[in-house]
């Protein structure tokens, strides 16, 4: 109970300091944070919004868990942007372009995805482990890289040739390539199903991958020695970890799982990959896996946090306030939390410190007496 | 050129400094003449145009100023990949200031509001000790998000601006021609004569319609090496990015020389920013930026965090970039000058028994000159990514070469020493 209460204790004041920031922000501009934030919490309780915030937190989740994935062994790949758009380009072609039996065709878009998004990773993973490069570096070379490429295909290969060509896009997918989707699930717990925007199916693919990491990191011996290699790399290579398999595989899954991001809006509202298509899902996945500590749950609270921000945003515009008011919270969410953890740590080593000085001194004064 | 070199001839400087001069110098006509000979035999005549290298210079300047500002920070320890977020901060204060009060006043507003998410970016990352590249992450999206809620405040109900873009700032920068040199070498470019033109393109274009603002960005080179280099401060700032446990146990306040640090390369970045607001587009646009803070980086890794090899890589990205904005077929040409570089190299290898390097020269020689013979243009989605493409290399094939600070990155919290 009481390490719930302290790892909880850093994300909340977190978000308690990101609420002040953004009213001052909302007080210096002369509006009244109350009345915004008021706006937000009834705009964000009906189903249509929560199927929204759950559809917007679907890819954040899966981007947080593809970082995190990395950070276990300290890995930082920042290249999840990348990956993610470049594995939903190629994803959103193929599964445009081909008709198979339904469970066929969206297990071949899938595997597009993921093969796309570990060869981006995997090239970041070869360049550190064969030439020393610095995987933040290359995974930031590779991102600007990849969206000249993506811009490269879409535009000469990959563009429906029926489409606008005002919005370049990948030809839409076929009925036996789209996924259900989950409204029936608002019925269900009854609740008024939600008008006029779907509970994608992609979903469940969130709780997969989310069950999956969980299984990964703590479950297997992979897991094991990932972390092993995080907490005291010297001491995990001296157990027989070999480093350069650890980071070749750290980075292959990092990118698997980054691959599948950009599916939720294939599978989603744009039913293929378009020009405009949804940017950003990376380094705001960094965010969310920070918020949520790399915890499969704590990063889903974090996604849903996101989301929730995000949709709740839009009823502020209507009350003639600045909805990037909400960019300004997530920013500062994420720069309060990692601060907050750092004061958090060093309050309870010094608390560590002082009990153990008191346990000492008993013993002592123990013997003594 | 010519001057220069005798000039160095005869002057007194050390063997290995003049060696230097010499080579640089030598590195520089060989360039010119082989643009000249590329250009002569390909049917593109803006390789060397005075037009393509002051664009050129417009366009590496923003980058080179970034790269700096990655460089003091990298150099004091601190890793900052904050430095697009710090440059969007230099394009919104910039234009803000630029729009309310004059060009002058936006280049000083500009450069407070990068050092201001410099500043956010040292206390996160020197007084808590947060990982480095999380605050950079964390300050991109704070700064992208804080200036889009600043223009809808600000910008929206003006004439000309809105959510995502200013009014027109009030006024530009006062351009120059370096007399007499900018008039004698316009004139000879004119003659059209093999290499003599080419080489006048160059310095025409380098020195006619100055900004002053291009000066001051350029003057920044020099005078960051002297400071890092040649001051007892720029040893110790130096010395807190190699080993900041041995600079502490020499009385060096490393906590605040990192501080120093990071400030001056948000307030660098930020100049960057202001730079392209008010020497080339007049008006803060979102996403004006466009990666050009991580461009910086690759720029400042591919000068081995060195200020003139900064500028160097800055110049190349900056060049490419003016050649794609100018004419296609001129990048086109531009493959024919990589590969006699690269057989130039593979030849220069096998010379010096270095058999497996000239071998892999030689072959990446001809993929070129194939690329060179079989198209008639290059995708200038191509040319977009090879500033990345030519760093991921540099780093792949160069990693001997490359040397970063030796604690930078690193975690320091003061009298931690092991």
């Known amino acids: ?369 | 050129m010519t001057d220069m070199r005798t000039e160095i001839e005869t002057s007194s400087a050390p063997a290995w400094a003049a060696n230097r001069w010499m080579r640089l110098a030598a590195l520089i006509i060989g360039g010119v003449l082989l643009l000249a000979v590329v250009q002569s035999v390909s049917d593109t005549s803006e390789l060397t145009t005075s037009g393509t290298w002051a664009a050129a210079l417009r366009l590496s300047v923003p980058i080179m100023l970034a790269g700096l500002g990655g460089m003091f920070s990298e150099r004091s320890g601190i890793v900052n990949i904050g430095l697009e977020g710090m440059m969007i901060a230099g394009t919104w204060f910039g234009a803000w200031a630029g729009w309310s009060y004059g060009p002058w006043q936006g280049v000083l507003l500009g450069v407070a509001g990068g050092a201001v998410f410099g500043l956010i970016h040292a206390i996160a990352t020197v007084t808590f000790a947060v990982d480095h590249i999380v605050s950079g992450v964390a300050i991109n999206i704070l700064a992208a998000g804080s200036m889009r809620f600043l223009s809808v405040v600000t910008y929206t109900p003006e004439s000309g601006g809105g959510a995502t873009q200013s009014p027109g700032i009030k006024s530009q920068i006062a351009t120059f021609d370096v007399p007499v040199i900018s008039d004698f070498f316009n004139w000879l470019e004119a003659k059209r004569i093999f290499f003599v033109s080419d080489a006048s393109g160059i310095i025409a274009g380098l020195t006619s319609n100055l900004s002053w603002l291009t000066v001051i960005g350029l003057a920044i080179v020099p005078l960051s090496w002297w400071v890092l280099w040649r001051t007892a401060w720029g040893l110790r700032l130096r010395s807190c990015g190699e080993n900041p446990y041995a600079a502490e146990s020499l009385g060096v306040p490393v906590l605040r020389m990192k501080y120093y640090g990071v400030v001056i390369s948000g307030a660098l970045a930020g100049l960057g920013g202001a730079y392209l607001v008010v020497v080339q587009a007049g008006i803060y646009r979102e996403g004006m930026t466009a990666g050009r803070g991580f461009l910086g980086l690759a720029a400042m890794i591919f000068g081995n965090w060195n200020p003139v090899g900064t500028m160097v890589g800055s110049t190349l990205f900056g060049y490419a970039d003016a050649l794609r904005l100018r004419q296609n077929e001129a990048v086109h040409a531009l493959l024919l000058a990589v590969a006699i570089v690269l057989v130039l190299l593979a030849v220069w290898s096998a010379i010096r028994r270095r058999y497996t390097p000239a071998i892999f020269e030689g072959i990446f020689g001809v993929l070129f000159f194939t690329w060179y013979i079989t198209t008639d243009s290059v995708p200038s989605q191509v040319v977009a990514a090879t500033p990345y493409l030519v760093t991921l290399l540099v780093l792949a094939i160069a990693t001997q070469r490359l040397r970063m600070p030796a604690a930078d990155g690193l975690r320091y919290r003061k009298g931690e020493a092991v």
């Open chain 1, 1 to 369: 109970m009481r390490r719930i209460l302290l790892a909880s204790l850093a994300p909340i004041s977190a978000i308690v300091f990101s609420l002040i920031v953004a009213s001052i922000a909302l007080m210096l501009v002369g509006r009244s944070p109350i009345t915004a934030f008021g706006a937000m919490w009834d705009f964000a309780r009906t189903s249509t919004s929560v199927a929204s915030m759950i559809n917007r937190a679907v890819p954040l989740y899966i981007s947080a868990v593809a970082v995190a994935v990395g950070f276990q062994m300290g890995l930082f790949n920042i290249g999840v942007e990348g990956q993610y758009l470049l594995a939903a380009l190629f994803a959103g072609w193929v599964g445009g372009n081909i008709v198979l039996w339904a469970p066929l065709h969206i297990a071949v878009i899938l595997a597009v995805a993921i093969i796309v998004g570990m060869t981006w990773s995997g090239i970041a993973g070869a360049l550190k482990v064969t030439r020393g490069v610095h995987e933040v570096i290359s995974t930031i070379m590779l991102n600007f890289i990849g969206f000249s490429v993506i811009a490269f295909l879409l535009l000469n290969y990959f563009k429906d040739p029926n489409g606008s060509s005002l919005n370049l896009a990948t030809p839409p997918l076929p009925p036996s390539g789209q996924l259900p989707n989950l409204n029936w699930l608002f019925g269900a717990l009854g609740f008024s199903e939600p008008r006029g925007i779907d509970l994608h199916g992609f979903a469940v693919f969130a709780i997969v991958v989310g069950v999956f990491y969980y299984l990964l990191v703590w479950r297997t011996r992979f897991g094991y020695e990932l972390r092993a290699s995080g907490i005291n790399p010297g001491a995990a290579r001296m157990a027989g970890v070999d480093p350069n398999r650890m980071i070749m595989n750290t980075m292959l899954i990092s990118g698997g799982v980054a691959g599948l991001v950009g599916l939720a809006a294939v599978f989603g509202n744009l039913q293929s990959y378009t020009q405009d298509f949804p940017r950003n899902l990376g380094f705001n996945g960094i965010a969310v896996a920070l918020l949520g500590r790399n915890h499969p749950v704590g990063m889903a609270l974090g996604a849903l946090l996101f989301g929730f921000m995000d949709r709740s945003a839009l009823i502020l515009d209507l009350k003639d306030t600045p909805k990037e008011v909400v960019t300004i919270m997530q920013g500062v969410v994420v720069l309060a939390v990692v601060i907050a953890y750092e004061v958090v740590n060093r309050f309870i080593e010094r608390l560590e410190i002082r009990s153990a000085a008191e346990a000492t001194r008993e013993a002592v004064e123990g013997a003594a007496a």
